[in-house]
Structures are given as structure tokens and as C-alpha cells.
Nanobody
Framework: QVQLVESGGGLVQPGGSLRLSCGAS????????MGWYRQAPGKQRELVAT???????NYADSVKGRFTISRDSAKNTVYLQMNSLKPEDTAVYYC?????????WGQGTQVTVSS
């Protein structure tokens, strides 16, 4: 059974940093591109960062230069380092494969950027 478990969210002031982690099980992790997605209240879920099996990365324009995605295939874990956070980054953050396995969204982790 596929499981994706996100952690590391929280409340942070504008300009602050957070590091999200996502542990994956039930898939051959090293065979999949992985991504971080987010869903803000009243908005559709969007893909913000992708890392391929070879380590190439891609970012949405809204987070480029501030967020860094990485992966550790030995630990079946993908990370998202978020710096210079803005209130508009407030959302529930999810990890999944790219393209997403739609039946296997995890609970996500809440990130709130507010003073």
C-alpha cells in the first residue's frame, strides 16, 4: 500500500524558514519523479517543486529562488527547504509523485506564514 507522510509544517513569521519532509512507502521511490504540491484555502492544489530521479529540479515561478527540493533515495524521503516565506505561501503542503498518484494523497502538513 502506498503511503506518503508529510511533516515539518508550522507557524512562521514572514521572512522565516521551514523544512518539510515526506516519507514514502509502498513505491519504488527511486523510479519516480517527486513533487511538493500545496493547496491554499479556496484555491486549487498546485505543484510548486519537482525533482526527477536524476536530481533535476523545477520550481513554480512563485517560489523560485526561495524553495529548494531535495531527495534521499536511501531513506525514501523528499524534502522542501522553504526560505524567505511570505503570507501567500500559507497552505497545506503535500508530496506525491509527478504526475501525482491521485488515490494516494497524504494528510499534508499545514504551513502558516503570519506575524
Amino acid at each position: 500500500q502506498v503511503q506518503l507522510v508529510e511533516s515539518g509544517g508550522g507557524l512562521v513569521q514572514p521572512g522565516g524558514s521551514l523544512r518539510l519532509s515526506c516519507g514514502a512507502s509502498g513505491i519504488i521511490f527511486s523510479m519516480f519523479s517527486m513533487g511538493w504540491y500545496r493547496q491554499a484555502p479556496g484555491k486549487q492544489r498546485e505543484l510548486v517543486a519537482t525533482i526527477t530521479t536524476g536530481g533535476s529540479t523545477n520550481y513554480a515561478d512563485s517560489v523560485k529562488g526561495r524553495f529548494t527540493i531535495s531527495r534521499d533515495s536511501a531513506k525514501n524521503t523528499v524534502y522542501l527547504q522553504m526560505n524567505s516565506l511570505k503570507p501567500e505561501d500559507t497552505a497545506v503542503y503535500y508530496c506525491n509523485t509527478v504526475p501525482a498518484l491521485s488515490a494516494y494523497w497524504g494528510q499534508g502538513t499545514q504551513v502558516t506564514v503570519s506575524s
